[in-house]
Nanobody, 125 residues
Framework: RVELVESGGGSVQPGESLKLSCVVP????????MGWFRQAPGKEREGVAAVYTGDASTVYSSSMKGRFTISYDNAENALYLHMNNLTPEDTAMYYCAARRPGYECRQDLSDFKYWGQGTQVTVSS
């Protein structure tokens, strides 16, 4: 079992930046595909980006690439999402997720098994 704990959400104004964090305390010696997803009110959950901890390779949703950057710190077992130039359309609950150990990231950001509780991001003026 992998427990994921997100933090860093909050309320910001359009154009501002925010950094989300996800701590994975029990990752051990396994490599994981770690990802960020989001779900806005009334909408389906969508993938944002993912990174494979084994080689730092990344996958981005085509609509997210450019403003969002995903990274993983092996020393701290922490996943990050840097979000720049935020707009009201980025308002959503953001979730950290992981695939089963040893599974690399899929291009369609599918098949994630472990999920955090989410952190709310609100962008408004």
């Amino acid at each position: 079992r992998v427990e994921l704990v997100e933090s860093g959400g909050g309320s910001v104004q359009p154009g501002e930046s925010l950094k989300l964090s996800c701590v994975v305390p029990a990752v051990g010696y396994n490599d994981y595909c770690m990802g960020w997803f989001r779900q806005a009110p009334g909408k389906e959950r969508e993938g944002v980006a993912a990174v494979y901890t084994g080689d730092a390779s990344t996958v981005y949703s085509s609509s997210m690439k450019g403003r969002f950057t995903i990274s993983y710190d092996n020393a701290e077992n922490a996943l990050y999402l840097h979000m720049n130039n935020l707009t009201p359309e980025d308002t959503a609950m953001y979730y950290c997720a992981a695939r089963r150990p040893g599974y690399e990231c899929r291009q369609d950001l599918s098949d994630f098994k472990y999920w955090g509780q989410g952190t709310q991001v609100t962008v408004s003026s």
